[in-house]
C-alpha cells in the first residue's frame, strides 16, 4: 500500500480534518503530498497541545506530507503555488466557499488548463444550492443532518463523541479521488469532485431517512440501546463496568433465558415470546435483565455470555481502549518526538501501513521552493 501512489503529486491547501484526511490517506498509500499552509500554520496545529506538546488532530491526519508555508495573496507565492500545480495529479481545498477562487486558483479554469488535473473542493453544504455559502464545522453539520436528533438519551441529543461529519466528507472524497484516478488510467482525464460534509452524512443517513420517508417512522433517540432490538443494549454489572448484549434472533433468546439468567419460562412469556414483543416491553425486560447483571462483575457476565456464544462488547474507557488486546499500531515521528498511533483500518497481506513523519510548519518550505523555482 505504502507505493500504490508513488509518483503521483497532491497539492492541498487544507485546514481542520476533512480535507487533511483525504491528503492524508493518499500519503499512505504513496503519493507525494505537499501541504500548503498559511504563515501562521493549520489551525488544527492550536486544537490542544497533548501529544508531546503537538495537536492530537494534527499528528493524526498529516502524517507523511510535506509543510509549505505560502501566502497566496502574494505575487511570489502566487506564482509558486501555478508552478505546483501545473505538475499535480491532484489539487485539493477546504478552504471558504468561492476563497480559492478569489486566490486567482479557480478549479474549472485549471482543469481546462490542465485536463488530467483531479480536484476537490470539500465544503460545508456543496457547491451547488441555498446553503452552499453557509459556514459549516462538524457539530453544526451533526445537528443540520439529523444526526444529533437520533443520538443520545430520550432525554437530549448529543454530539457524536468524534467529528463523525469531517471524517464521512473525508472518507467520501478518497474514494472518489480513487476512483477519479482509476478512470484517468482509462480516458487520460482528471475531473472535479465536489464533497461536502453535509451530503457526506446524509448519506449515512439513509436508513431513518427511509424509514420516515416511506414507512412514516420517526426515529427514537434509545442512548445505548437499540432501537429496533431487544434485549440488544448496555447493562451495569457488580464492578460499575457496563457491558452491551445483543440477542439477534429467538434461537439466541431460548439460550440466553436458560443459561445466563437462569430463567428459561422467560423464552415464552407472552410479554418476550419474540423481539417485537420484547422492545415493546423493554422496561420490563430490563427490570429482570438489571438485577442479574448487577449481581456479578462484568469480567463472570463476559464468561457466561462467551460460554453461551451470545454477543456482546465492552463499553471501555479510554484507559481500556489505550490497552485493548486487539489494537494494532504505528509509530510515527513528530517534530517533538515519535508517536504511536493506532493504525489504520486495513492491512495490506498482513502489513500496517508505514505512515511518514508529521512535519513541523513550514519544514519542507525551503525545498519545495528550491524544485518549484524556475
Known sequence: MADDLAGLTVVSVEQAVAAPYLSGRLAEAGARVIKVERPEGDFARGYDHLVHGESAYFVWLNRGKESICLDLREAGDHALMGRMLAQADVFIQNLAPGAIARLGFDQAELRTRYPRLITVAISGYGEEGPLKDLKAYDLLVQAESGLSQITGTTDSPARVGV????????????????????????????????????????????????????????????????????????????????????????????????????????????????????????????????????????????????????????????????????????????????????????????????????????QHTDAVRAEFTP
Not at 414507512?215 to 445505548?224: A, D, M, T, W
Not at 435483565?289 to 469480567?299: N, Q
Request: proline share 6%.
Open 163 to 362: 467529528s463523525v461529519c469531517d471524517i464521512a466528507a473525508g472518507m467520501t472524497a478518497y474514494q472518489a479521488v480513487l476512483e477519479a484516478l482509476i478512470g484517468r488510467g482509462v480516458t487520460g482525464q482528471g475531473r472535479h469532485l465536489s464533497v461536502s460534509l453535509f451530503h457526506a452524512l446524509t448519506d449515512w443517513m439513509n436508513v431513518p431517512y427511509l424509514q420516515y420517508a416511506y414507512g412514516g417512522k420517526e426515529p427514537v433517540r434509545s442512548g445505548l440501546n437499540h432501537p429496533t432490538i431487544a434485549p440488544y443494549g448496555a447493562y451495569s454489572c457488580a464492578d460499575g463496568k457496563d457491558v452491551l448484549i445483543a440477542i439477534q434472533n429467538e434461537r439466541e433468546w431460548r439460550v440466553f433465558c436458560t443459561n445466563i439468567l437462569g430463567r428459561p419460562d422467560l423464552a415464552d412469556d407472552t410479554r418476550f415470546d419474540s423481539n417485537s414483543h420484547r422492545v415493546e416491553h423493554r422496561a420490563a425486560l430490563d427490570a429482570v435483565l438489571r438485577p442479574i447483571c448487577a449481581a456479578v462483575p462484568r469480567d463472570e457476565m463476559i464468561a457466561r455470555l462467551e460460554g453461551a456464544r451470545i454477543a456482546y462488547g465492552r463499553v471501555s474507557t479510554m484507559e481500556e481502549l489505550a490497552r485493548h488486546p486487539q489494537n494494532r499500531y504505528v509509530e510515527v515521528d513528530s517534530p517533538s518526538g515519535p508517536v504511536r498511533l493506532l493504525a489504520s483500518g486495513a492491512l495490506a497481506d498482513g502489513r500496517v501501513p508505514v505512515s511518514g513523519a508529521v512535519p513541523a510548519l513550514g
